[in-house]
């Protein structure tokens, strides 16, 4: 008895072994069988033969110079449309500047929203000067208002004289743009901005009506005759884009804290007008310290104000209330745009970029 229940009992050992190694081997096989489905959908998926062919015209654009290979595949790309952009966007990572320079260029030529973002960062980051020309340029013929900021910093911050010029001329691209699509006449539209990291929020001054988009341009609120004068430079606070500094043709500087319906000199704090018109030609935020304003101005002399002479670069780190200088300016020193970065101002007159330490 006692042998026929420890024969039983090894059985029923036996049997338990033998089911779990069948279970192990199993889940081992199912688990195969699932990698190598998985495996095989990434590896063996088709590529059509319209991806090939524009894999293969984007290939081509590394060629050095104009080659007739090139050439027709710059002809395909157009052609191709928004169908390349995917791949075009994805060459602009390429190891080769010249794939990256030619990709940049192509998309220029699609002009598909698409890109803008890709394109954005190539302006940005990318080491090579011709690549991020290229860049400014095609942002320029795409014309998304969501660049113009971009597009701002490379024109006074990067080092290259031609991508500087590529995004001054590009910004002038956008912008006659949305003029356009606000049904105003480009001579009468004298700035706009675009408020930082809400880029669909868009302010336009013609003469003394400031007109507002929050949608990217597509739409426009007209507030008539609320600027105090003419504007000639407009700064939108990084952190609310409500928040607006307007600089004036001959009065001065302006706040607005309501979204530009109502406004408040800051003439008095920076500038005697008993000296003659004051003039702001160039204002921004801090984007990291919105209450840090930086701004260029001048004065004007004679009954039409025709002569202007530039004073110096001031700066104020309580949202306008004070104002210090940062640097004074030569004669003909007019500044037209200015980037804060890594505590310096950067200053674009028509010849240089000064550069200036910030208190």
């Given at each position: 008895m006692l042998k026929k229940m420890e024969m039983n009992f090894t059985t029923d050992e036996t049997k338990m072994r033998v089911l779990k190694i069948f279970g192990a081997i199993t889940a081992v096989l199912l688990l195969v069988g699932v990698s190598a489905a998985v495996l095989n959908s990434v590896v063996a998926t088709p590529v059509s033969l319209r991806e090939a062919q524009i894999r293969g015209w984007v290939y081509d654009l590394g060629d050095v110079g104009l080659t007739s290979k090139r050439q027709q595949a710059e002809t395909q790309l157009e052609s191709a449309g928004e169908e390349a952009v995917p791949a075009l966007t994805t060459a602009l990572h390429s190891n080769s500047p010249t794939v990256r320079a030619n990709a940049a260029d192509m998309l220029g030529f699609i002009a598909s929203t698409r890109a803008t973002a890709t394109l954005i960062q190539s302006l940005g980051g990318d080491p090579v000067a011709a690549v991020r020309a290229n860049a400014a340029w095609a942002l320029g013929e795409i014309k998304d208002v969501s660049a113009i900021n971009a597009l701002e910093r490379a024109s006074v911050l990067d080092p290259s004289p031609q991508v500087r010029e590529m995004a001054t001329n590009s910004i002038a691209n956008v912008r006659d743009a949305l003029v356009q699509?606000?049904?105003?006449?480009?001579?009468?539209?004298?700035?706009?901005?675009?408020?930082?990291?809400?880029?669909?929020?868009?302010?336009?001054?013609s003469q003394r009506d400031l007109l507002v988009s929050r949608d990217d341009g597509?739409?426009?609120?007209?507030?008539?005759?609320?600027?105090?004068?003419?504007?000639?430079?407009?700064a939108v606070n990084p952190t609310?884009?409500?928040?607006?500094?307007a600089g004036m043709h001959s009065q001065g500087m302006y706040l607005s804290t309501d979204g530009g319906h109502t406004w408040q000199s800051l003439t008095r704090n920076f500038s005697n007008q008993a000296i003659g018109q004051s003039t702001v030609t160039a204002l921004t935020v801090d984007p990291t310290d919105p209450m840090r304003v930086v701004m260029a101005h001048g004065i004007r002399i004679g009954d039409t104000g025709d002569e202007f002479f530039p004073l110096g670069i001031l700066s104020s780190n309580d949202g306008g209330k004070t104002w210090g200088n940062v640097t004074d300016l030569q004669e003909g020193q007019t500044v037209t745009r200015l980037q804060i970065r890594d505590g310096k101002v950067y200053a674009l007159t028509d010849d240089r970029v000064l550069i200036s330490a910030l208190n």
């Open positions: 699509r606000a049904g105003r006449d480009v001579s009468m539209v004298n700035v706009i901005t675009v408020a930082p990291g809400q880029t669909n929020t868009v302010y336009l001054a597509a739409q426009w609120e007209t507030l008539p005759q609320t600027l105090p004068s003419v504007a000639s430079a407009l609310n884009p409500n928040i607006l500094y």
